[in-house]
């Protein structure tokens, strides 16, 4: 089995986060009939601050009972898994995007705000994002999961390669 990146630690089978995401994407549509993503919890904080009349709406006001700890979770439980494993430094190695182009720490911000912007931007776009549409999109048979997964995949595919095939060649 492969070792993980971090302190060589041997990850558990795949299918063990695999049923424990299906846990709860089931048990939250169960319980309180409400869909998995984590796109909108970014407007769910914004909501605690911004008074804008598109961060009061209904809708995303009644899902921060849960989306919220939910976004909490998220947070400490990657904090628990890096100290159970170790611990966790942050590190500017980019590994391959270092090798090919040998970025500083400037240029990598650059690239990482323009990332988030353009992946902001795709997850509106498609009304959601890759957990909401490929994990419980796909799960629903839902025409828009199928369509917005493969077009994240074939985007990425294409993306990596341009990166690393052709300017990467340069």
Request: charged share 10%; aromatic share 10%; glycine share 16%.
């Amino acid at each position: 089995m492969k070792q993980l990146i971090l302190n060589g630690i041997t990850p558990y089978h795949w299918a063990w986060g695999g049923a424990g995401v299906a846990l709860v994407t089931l048990s939250l549509l169960y319980l309180t009939n409400k869909r998995l993503g984590v796109s909108t919890g970014f407007e769910s904080v914004c909501s605690l601050v911004v008074k804008a009349p598109y961060f009061r709406r209904a809708a995303l006001l009644s899902s921060n009972g849960w989306r919220l700890p939910m976004l909490v979770g998220l947070v400490l439980g990657g904090a628990l898994s890096a100290v159970l494993g170790g611990g966790w430094a942050p590190t500017w190695n980019a590994g391959m995007l270092d090798t090919v182009f040998a970025l500083g720490p400037a240029a990598k911000v650059a690239l990482m705000f323009g990332g988030g912007l353009l992946v902001g931007f795709g997850t509106r776009l498609a009304g959601g994002c890759t957990s909401g549409h490929g994990i419980f999109g796909l799960s629903n048979f839902e025409p828009s999961g199928l369509v917005s997964t493969l077009s994240f995949m074939a985007a990425g595919v294409v993306t990596t390669n341009i990166v690393y095939r052709v300017l990467g060649a340069l």
